[in-house]
């Protein structure tokens, strides 16, 4: 099993995970789970993360908005790191299915991770599951006396990690579980990559053609300067203009400053020629304008929560699979299988 307190460390395995879906369950939670997953895997160009999405008969299940999902039977699941239960609404009655509440008892005695999202963490609290441990549940149903769980140890927070133990209030915390959940098993660098990469995505496309001219011949100066820079001020005077009309220009256009863009663009194009694998560390600096490779280190780790070391190994390692995967003339491998 794969603990959850673990630090990061070089290549871990993949953290599988079971999604144990009951009838009615929150399809948006669900999906705030599996979007995070696979985010991590993309960011992270390989597979960190497998799922399986289960039941107790492995049915189809229809989320609370009745579109239906496939599903395994929870007897028939491969090895798992985490299991976590995924209900909706008026879950209270639940326990009282006597095959539901067995397997609760049984998963909870299990050396693995069990969690829940939102209010299905009160199937885990009426089977004593989460006792003695911290975690976050949503406001209970009036069906549910909460004198009845004097064990518990609730904290005011949308999410909670203790031990082997998960638990959230409710789909929007889903993100921030799934977030620490990675942090612990592969590195907080993964999550921050995560986190880059969504606000990068969520930045709007600038409409080009509204833009001033002189930002525009900027922009293209400096993808003309980026092994040997050029200063605020001479970018400004380059362009006939002061310098602080010049910050204006790129912080009322582009939301930063002259420089945080500049130093953007160059860490963009290193990151670039470590893919390409065939240059140095100290090559890649020194063309991108860095002049110590300390401060290259250290920003490049900073902008893409990693070091260039890991992009140009990931490099290196792909370009040997493929030679190796040309060579004996097989396809390539899609994914990890989750057997062993």
Known sequence: MLKLTQSCRQQPPALRIGFWLLEAFDLYALANALEALRLANQVARRNVCQWQIL??????????????TATTRLDQAQSLDVLILCGGDNLHTRTEH???RQQLYHWAAQPVGLGALGKAGWLLAQVGALDGFRCSLPEPDPALSFSAFSDLSPVAAPFCVDR???????PQAVQGLMHELLARTHGRGLVLRMEKYAARQARPLQPMHNTPAKLQATLALMNDHLTRTLGIDELAEAMGISRRHLERLFKRSLGCSPSRHYLDLRLQQARQLLRAGEQSLSDVAAQCGFVSLQHFFRCYRQYFGAHPRDHMAESLQQGSMSKAAASSRVSPIVGPSLAH
Not at 57 to 62: A, C, I, K, M
Not at 164 to 170: A, D, F, P, S
């Open 164 to 170: 082997q133990r998960l638990t959230c209030v409710g």
């Open 55 to 68: 039941s107790l008969e492995g049915r189809d299940l229809n989320a609370s908005n009745g579109i239906a």
């Open 98 to 100: 006597p095959v539901l």
